[in-house]
């Protein structure tokens, strides 16, 4: 019989004050086993205070082909970053 | 088949560029195969390796070895579990590849058809087969595939206790008994020669290997990282007081690396084909325990699926 158990992915928080991040995918019957089972598979040693899981299949991602109609148009808009502006050196604090 | 080939040199471009190729990104045919191939076979390694190190946990000498040797084999299961889910972001299931591996259509490391005999063979197989296993391992970090490389971080990390665990179990038996001496001695001379094997076969011989490199899924040749090991061998092998196993090994000023003899590549093509002293005694336990671990997962998703159900009637109910 087929392991029909469905895959999920794992984010866990290193510490407090840090994002959740990626950590990888499990497979387990619901979320509850989920958990511990991310538990066992990837704090082993510490590495987190907090899981997340999320049915894989739930997560929405962008596709690589449209990535240039995403990302690109950032690209030329470095007037967003503070070092487009032109400072004299005596200005301090800014 | 302009488009094909145009995707194909953009892919290349990517890869001596040095970006990482990810799941959903276009890939070429065979570079999806070759990795799917060699991802669950690493994953199928680590499983299978637990089954020799399993056999002396309730002979362990001390409870600080046998706690060291339990979370050892713990991150074992743990690490074929991160290869699995590599492997699955390819687009395969779970269950086709252990499938594969019960039918013997992948193959593992052969170095776990080898029989850990003594309390000795645990050290020899920390020192040399976990040392093999992480030099071939460092360089896979650099792979070309993301989760395939993220997966072999994660392990590198935990695995250097493995290797360090090994080496002092061989330190203590060298400082022990005469029969001590001579247990690390044996252990030694009949794990030698397997673990030079776990690099696979020698570069000339191997179909892989030029794509492989191109593609930089790997980064070094089956030969470089075999005498790799067998250079920072000597010394740990001096430090314990044991001979390795091989008259021809000496010091070759001119190529700045240690000559050994030729492996007994009959012996390696032997036990890839099934004939080890182990394969089937492995293959069975795995078997045995999938088949009779068939209910717990089967009931699991029964459980979970009544639980889901009563929570939606509740839900219904409140409304």
Partial sequence: MKNNWPLWEVFI??????HHKHAGSLHAADAQMAIENARDVYTRRNEGISIWVVESDKITASKPEENPELFEPAADKIYRHPTFYDMPDEVKHM | MADLNSLEAKFQEKIDNEIKIEPKDWMP?????????????????????????????????????????????????????????????????????????????????SIFNYPTLTWADIGAVGWLVDGAAIMNQVMLTRTSYGPYSRAMVRICKEESFHQRQGYEILLTL?????????????????????????????????????????????????????QQFVDVCVDQARILGVTLPDPN???????????????????????????????????????????????????????????????????????
């Avoid at chain 2, 637990?50 to 040797?69: D, H, Q, Y």
């Fill in chain 2, 174 to 226: 060298s400082r022990g008994s005469e029969d001590q001496k001579r247990m690390l001695q044996d252990a030694v001379n009949r794990f030698w020669w397997p673990s030079l094997m776990m690099f696979g076969p020698s570069d000339k011989d191997s179909v892989h290997t030029a794509q492989a490199m191109k593609w930089k899924i790997k980064r070094k040749t089956n030969d470089e990282l075999r």
């Fill in chain 1, 13 to 18: 928080r290193s510490k407090q004050g840090l």
């Fill in chain 2, 29 to 109: 045919e065979k570079y999806r195969q070759t990795l799917i191939r060699q991802i669950s076979q690493h994953a199928h390694s680590e499983v299978v390796g637990m089954l020799p190190e399993g056999n002396w946990i309730t002979r362990a000498p001390s409870l600080r070895r046998k706690v060291a040797l339990l979370a050892k084999i713990q991150d074992e299961a743990g690490h074929g579990l991160y290869l699995y889910s590599a492997a699955e972001t390819l687009g395969v299931e779970r269950d086709d590849l252990i499938e594969q591996l019960h039918t013997g259509k992948a193959k593992y490391s």
């Fill in chain 2, 249 to 319: 090994l000496k010091w070759n000023e001119e190529r700045g690396h240690y000559d050994f003899s030729e492996i007994d590549w009959d012996e390696f093509w032997n036990v890839v084909k099934g004939n080890g002293p182990c394969n089937k005694q492995r293959m069975d336990a795995r078997i045995k325990a999938h088949e009779e671990g068939a209910w717990v997962r089967e009931a699991a998703m029964a459980y979970a699926e009544k639980q889901a159900k009563r929570r939606k009637e509740e839900t219904t109910q409140v409304a």
